[in-house]
Nanobody, 122 residues
Framework: VQLQASGGGLVQPGGSLRLSCAASGLPVEGYMFGWFRQAPGKEREGVSCVGRGGDTTYYSASVRGRFTVSRDNANRTAYLQMNSLRPEDTAKYYC????????????????WGKGTQVTVSS
């Protein structure tokens, strides 16, 4: 199983990025995808998740209204559209997958990608 996150980079405050998570080696229709982030010196936190069919989505309070999670099972990819980015969104972002329902709890995840860096700075 491989989860490859991409799309990170340097962006100014107020800007946007779209992260992608390409999955291989697992039947994506049976797995939810979660997005997590970890800033230096801080614990990993759940940002968002999307259920198997894409109809169920959850967001942390810190990103709700700015981030949108989605998935394309035909292309085996999950996405995290991030708008109105703030300096406090700076972190390494990870995608993860699990056979449980939509969850933003790291201990519930079965598979992890290596992460992509997002830096929000002027």
């Amino acid at each position: 199983v491989q989860l490859q996150a991409s799309g990170g980079g340097l962006v100014q405050p107020g800007g946007s990025l779209r992260l992608s998570c390409a999955a291989s080696g697992l039947p994506v229709e049976g797995y939810m995808f979660g997005w997590f982030r970890q800033a230096p010196g801080k614990e990993r936190e759940g940002v968002s998740c999307v259920g198997r069919g894409g109809d169920t989505t959850y967001y942390s309070a810190s990103v709700r209204g700015r981030f949108t999670v989605s998935r394309d099972n035909a292309n085996r990819t999950a996405y995290l559209q991030m708008n109105s980015l703030r300096p406090e969104d700076t972190a390494k972002y990870y995608c993860a997958a699990s056979g449980v329902g939509c969850s933003m709890t790291a201990s519930n995840m079965q598979y992890w990608g290596k992460g992509t860096q997002v830096t929000v700075s002027s």
